[in-house]
T-cell receptor, first 115, second 112 residues
Framework: NAGVMQNPRHLVRRRGQEARLRCSPM?????VYWYRQLPEEGLKFMVY????????ESGMPKERFSAEFPKEGPSILRIQQVVRGDSAAYFC?????????????FGDGTRLSIL | RKEVEQDPGPFNVPEGATVAFNCTYS??????FFWYRQDCRKEPKLLMS???SGNEDGRFTAQLNRASQYISLLIRDSKLSDSATYLC?????????????FGTGTRLTIIP
């Protein structure tokens, strides 16, 4: 019974390149959440998706960042033209329903480093 | 004002001692409350939910005061393995959507 799977665990990119982070939710979970954690800071909500729908993207930067959760396959967080400030740990979480009272289960995270 | 505020820490506590963390939240419409634990460079893991009547899980006790919008976590007989960052988490309803909002965390180090 696999948990939330994220890959890659570590990703290194040069400034200006694109970063793609993938997240497969737990079996039976149809709700995916992305969070960013900057060094020495707390988790910040980025986006909440259901299959083929973005429900809440209030935490996403207006430019360069996008997310999707297609009908088939993992959820993707895409960062275009990365900058040094994008260096962070990106965590994905999933839950079985939209209700916030359901605790979210987190993946191991992707640690993005921008050279 | 932050939606969820926690004790800044860090807390350095001798093994066997009792330690308490506090957390306040600003949105009175908040519905659900949790404590998560995060080890260094690891993912957050649910420690316990927090109920209005207060709840206990072994050495851990969580309390909620809705009137004061205040949450606490008490750890008794602390162990070295309790060293971690403890995150206060609140489910906040925003424009019909619900999402978890995390405090910045309180770092705890248990000293042998």
């Amino acid at each position: 019974n696999a948990g939330v799977m994220q890959n890659p665990r570590h990703l290194v990119r040069r400034r200006g390149q694109e970063a793609r982070l993938r997240c497969s939710p737990m079996k039976g979970h149809s709700h995916v959440y992305w969070y960013r954690q900057l060094p020495e800071e707390g988790l910040k909500f980025m986006v909440y998706l259901q299959k083929e729908n973005i429900i809440d993207e209030s935490g996403m930067p207006k430019e360069r960042f996008s997310a999707e959760f297609p009908k088939e396959g993992p959820s993707i967080l895409r960062i275009q033209q990365v900058v040094r400030g994008d260096s962070a740990a990106y965590f994905c979480a999933s839950s079985p329903s939209f209700r916030g009272s359901q605790p979210q289960h987190f993946g191991d995270g992707t640690r993005l480093s921008i050279l | 004002r932050k939606e969820v505020e926690q004790d800044p820490g860090p807390f350095n506590v001798p093994e066997g001692a009792t330690v308490a963390f506090n957390c306040t939240y600003s949105n009175s419409a908040s519905q659900s409350f949790f404590w998560y634990r995060q080890d260094c460079r690891k993912e957050p893991k649910l420690l316990m939910s927090v109920y209005s009547s207060g709840n206990e899980d072994g050495r851990f006790t969580a309390q909620l005061n809705r009137a004061s919008q205040y949450i606490s976590l008490l750890i008794r007989d602390s162990k070295l393995s309790d060293s971690a960052t403890y995150l206060c988490v609140v489910n906040i309803r925003n424009f019909g959507n619900e999402k978890l909002t995390f405090g910045t965390g309180t770092r705890l180090t248990i000293i042998p």
